[in-house]
């Protein structure tokens, strides 16, 4: 059955229109129709070709019933894939990109003088910013990725605002007379995430759902502590410093549920943000929403 579907499949998508020596099991072989129409159905598959150069009135008709215990699979994918453009993949090994994350983030075990609010801490992150993706398996995909993510551990309450110099952070007064808008630490890295998916074979909305989970491979590049007020004279004041003392290296924790177009998550860091030995310790833990994953 599946030789005589393909086969005729195939030859309804040539170019040219003529009949000629068939082959034992091909049904027709047509080059240039003016319409080709396969449509599927609870009976079996239908072809139909209208239509050639030689012949405008040309109409064929073949019909593959389906037998009581035939097995449809069908599949659809809204993702972007490289590989369809630069011809690289044969079905089961792939480049993507896809993974803009928005969350929210808590600094677990922060002291109490950071007064982190985590309604305005967060995390923008590209989570493939390109990634290789393997399928071992019909619903099961392996993808490992490069991608990037920014994090914001902000105080608009604090008391104290926090410091950093000599690869430390620590907490300082406000200057005399002023009022404290903010203080946060920010860092920048880049991530090569491991991430296991596996369909549950349920479609909502169009979209395939899915369970996600790996680890994350973090290299901080970039790290500041910023700071606003308004001076005594009603002007506003910020400050941006260096020498942070973040930990260059780190793994995180991921897991997601949801459809490709849309998904939830949540991350957590067991190692400590920072290494200074009079900085904060605390650890991230980060829930957010993810696109196109």
């Not at 994918?77 to 011809?87: C, I, K, N, P, V």
């Not at 993510?149 to 608009?156: A, D, E, G, H, P």
Request: charged share 15%; glycine share 10%; proline share 3%.
């Amino acid at each position: 059955m599946k030789k005589i579907i393909l086969a005729a499949a195939v030859s309804f998508c040539a170019v040219n229109t003529y009949a000629s020596a068939l082959e034992p099991d091909t049904i027709l072989k047509v080059n240039g129709a003016h319409t080709v129409v396969i449509a599927e159905s609870s009976e079996g598959v239908t072809y139909s070709v209208q239509g050639s150069e030689s012949d405008s009135t040309m109409l064929f008709n073949y019909t593959q019933k389906y037998t009581p215990d035939s097995q449809v699979h069908t599949r659809q994918s809204r993702e972007f894939h490289f590989g369809d453009y630069a011809g690289f993949g044969d079905g089961r090994w792939d480049l993507v990109s896809g993974g803009l994350g928005f969350g929210m983030v808590s600094a677990a075990g922060a002291p109490d003088e950071m007064m982190l609010e985590m309604g305005k801490s967060f995390e923008i992150s590209i989570l493939n910013a390109l990634a290789l993706k393997y399928r071992p398996a019909t619903q099961t995909e392996i993808t490992f990725g490069l991608g990037f993510i920014w994090r914001n551990y902000r105080s608009t309450t604090a008391p104290l605002r926090m410091v950093s110099g000599d690869m430390n952070v620590c907490f300082g007064p406000w200057p005399a007379g002023s009022i404290g808008r903010h203080t946060a630490i920010k860092t920048f890295a880049m991530q090569f995430p491991l991430m296991l998916s596996q369909n549950l074979g349920v479609n909502v909305l169009g979209s395939r759902l899915k369970v996600s989970a790996g680890a994350i491979l973090n290299v901080s590049t970039y790290a500041s502590v910023k700071s606003g007020w308004t001076d005594i004279s009603g002007e506003k004041v910020r400050e941006c410093l260096h020498g942070v003392g973040q930990r260059k290296v780190s793994v995180d924790f991921m897991a997601l549920f949801g459809t490709y177009m849309l998904s939830a998550y949540v991350r957590y860091s067991p190692q400590t943000v920072l290494t200074g030995d009079v900085s904060p310790r605390f650890r991230t833990l980060s829930a957010g929403i993810m696109l196109a994953f």
